[in-house]
């Protein structure tokens, strides 16, 4: 089959593999449909380099037909129109039935230290075949798939693997009051889907952060107040412009859907000099002991957010010597809540919006639909943020 694969740093290619098969009674192929690029997908074509291996099949965010599946999966059949969460859990361990299949006890990839393996998403998460391909094995196949009726485009449901279920974590874990106020910081896929759920349900102001015109425009349009970073001449000025919009206190919560790979403003940037010196760039053990973030999203969070407030956070930090401000965290009370999303933990609640009346606006979500041939394209168009690129689907 084809399948995109990953070869260095900025570097996929469409090559042919084996296809899969059947390992584990537990197992499924799926026929993928439609499978997303993500925010996440970014981090494996820069910067967390040292965890990949040459050949590495990305992707993670895949919809599909069932084309054949194990003695074990007694719910599915070939035929079905399924989607499938990027965290791989058996559903029925402690942690499974507590709501955090991101923990699962029965995959945990404890051989690196690390919760339940992803597709397609470094040896750190168990170098799982990833689902930008024609053809996905899918473990745990008894619990992870979520079967979607037949009829609307795959749009409509395709966000469930990932968009969805993490924008609706990050404004549950923000714990936003009924009509309070939430910021978010950055608006790519992940941070436009959490103003929307957020406007859902129920928040009562909802402000957008990024520094991409279009980006800013697409949720604009949907009634946030945005704020575009570049016209501040730093950090400071723009929590000072949020505050002001808050009765001088600062948002109840921020959810901050940039991660590892912030922009910062030239003050930022500086500020982070301590970071810069850190031994960013050497690789393999040393990098996941010594690495550090670039923080700039996440001090602006601390500033930004009110005392007593939540900082929620999705976009995806990797560094094991981030410096902190504990100082201020510990003296705003501020509760900070993260982790990857439990998709299955939020699908039941997310399934019902997914009607022909599109509250979310899942339908017009992708800016760009894709074949898997062009996805080197697509990996650099969206790292670049260039020809109004926010969602790419890509189409086997
Ligand atoms: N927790 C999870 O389960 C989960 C799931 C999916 C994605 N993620 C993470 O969420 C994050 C966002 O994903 P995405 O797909 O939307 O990616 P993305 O890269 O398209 O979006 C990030 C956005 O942040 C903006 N940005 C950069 N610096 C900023 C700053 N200082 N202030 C405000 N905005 C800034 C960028 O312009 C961009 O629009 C990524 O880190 C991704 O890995 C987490
Ligand atoms: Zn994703
Ligand atoms: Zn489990």
Redesign the pocket.
């Known amino acids: 089959m084809r399948a995109v694969t990953w070869q260095g740093k900025r570097d996929v290619r469409v090559e042919n593999v084996p296809d899969p098969r059947i390992e584990e009674p537990t197992d499924a192929i799926i026929r993928i449909t439609s499978s997303g690029l ?3 997908d ?2 494996l074509y820069e910067v967390l380099t040292p965890f990949m291996t040459p050949g590495d099949i990305l992707g993670h965010e895949p919809m599909g037909i069932v084309e054949e599946v194990g003695a074990g999966v007694p719910d599915l059949q070939a035929g079905d129109r399924v989607v499938v969460p ?1 965290q791989i859990a058996c559903g029925d361990c402690w942690m499974c039935l507590t709501g955090l299949p991101t923990q699962c006890e029965t995959t945990q990839v404890t051989s690196e230290g690390m919760g339940a393996p992803l597709f397609g998403y470094t040896r750190l998460y168990g170098a799982v075949p990833g689902a930008q391909a024609e053809y996905l094995r899918v473990p745990q196949a008894q619990f992870g798939p979520i079967k979607i009726p037949e009829g609307p485009a795959d749009d409509r449901f395709v966000y469930l693997s ?2 969805l ?2 924008a609706w ?2 404004v549950k874990y923000a714990d936003v009051p009924k009509g309070g106020s939430v910021a978010v ?8 889907m959490a103003c929307r759920v957020a406007q859902l349900q129920g928040a009562g102001q909802v402000f957008g ?4 015109p279009e ?1 800013l425009k697409r949720v604009r349009d949907r009634g946030v107040e945005t704020y575009d ?1 570049r016209s501040f001449d730093d ?1 400071k000025e723009l929590v000072a412009a949020i505050r002001d919009a808050t009765d001088g206190r600062g948002p109840d919560a921020v959810i901050d ?8 403003s030239a003050a ?1 940037k500086l500020a982070q000099s301590a970071a810069a010196i850190m031994p960013r760039k050497i690789s393999g053990p040393f990098a996941e002991r010594f690495s550090v973030d670039r923080l ?2 996440l001090y ?1 969070a601390i500033d930004l957010v009110r005392r007593g407030g939540t900082i929620s956070l ?3 930090y990797g560094g094991m010597a981030d410096p902190i401000p504990l100082l201020t965290l510990f003296d705003k009370q501020i509760q900070l809540r ?4 439990n998709v299955r933990r939020w699908a039941d609640e997310i399934l019902p919006y997914l009607t022909d009346e599109d509250p979310l606006g899942v339908d017009e979500f992708a800016t760009h639909r894709v074949p898997l041939s062009d996805a080197p394209h697509a990996y650099e168009m ?1 790292q670049r ?1 260039q020809e109004g690129a ?1 969602k790419v689907l890509m189409k086997p």
């Open positions: 993500c925010g996440s970014l981090h990027f990932d968009v279920p993490t974590q990050a910081l950055g608006l790519g896929p992940i941070g436009d952060v990024d520094l991409v980006r970073l950090e859907a940039v991660g590892t790979e912030a922009h910062g930022a700039a999203a602006t999705s976009g995806v993260m982790g990857q999303a969206f943020k926010i």
